[in-house]
């Protein structure tokens, strides 16, 4: 069955960086969007990037942004890995919340989250 695993999170000061990753399993990964996703308690999951399956001859992506994030936030897909990829720079507190990939199949699948806080 699909399987999404995100890892990578924890605890860094603001102006740090961090990468989560997310392990997809069960499907075929490349066949299908990935997004990546954030809540914090008391709040609606909140949308942060997505990234098109890859397409054509050299296996192009698109990505989009919440504005929030843009020039800070980097999404990427390793196909041969079946992982997916949040590279965070420049973090600062109000990015601290549970970070959830999501595969695009259907409804939507979802994996367990990782905490990112950010703190000095």
């Known amino acids: 069955q699909v399987r999404l695993v995100e890892s990578g999170g924890g605890l860094v000061e603001p102006g740090g960086s961090l990468r989560l990753s997310c392990a997809a399993s069960?499907?075929?990964?490349?066949?299908?969007?990935m997004s990546w996703y954030r809540q914090v308690p008391g709040k609606e999951r909140e949308f942060v990037a997505t990234?098109?399956?890859?397409?054509?001859?050299?296996?192009?992506?698109?990505?989009t942004y919440t504005d929030s994030v843009k020039g800070r936030f980097a999404i990427s897909r390793d196909s041969a890995r079946n992982t997916l990829y949040l590279q965070m720079n420049s973090l600062k507190p109000e990015d601290t919340a549970v970070y959830y990939c999501?595969?695009?199949?259907?409804?939507?699948?979802w994996g367990q989250g990782t905490q990112v806080t950010v703190s000095s």
């Open positions: 069960g499907f075929s990964f490349s066949d299908y969007a």
């Open positions: 999501k595969a695009s199949i259907g409804i939507g699948y």
């Open positions: 990234i098109t399956r890859p397409r054509g001859f050299e296996r192009y992506t698109d990505s």
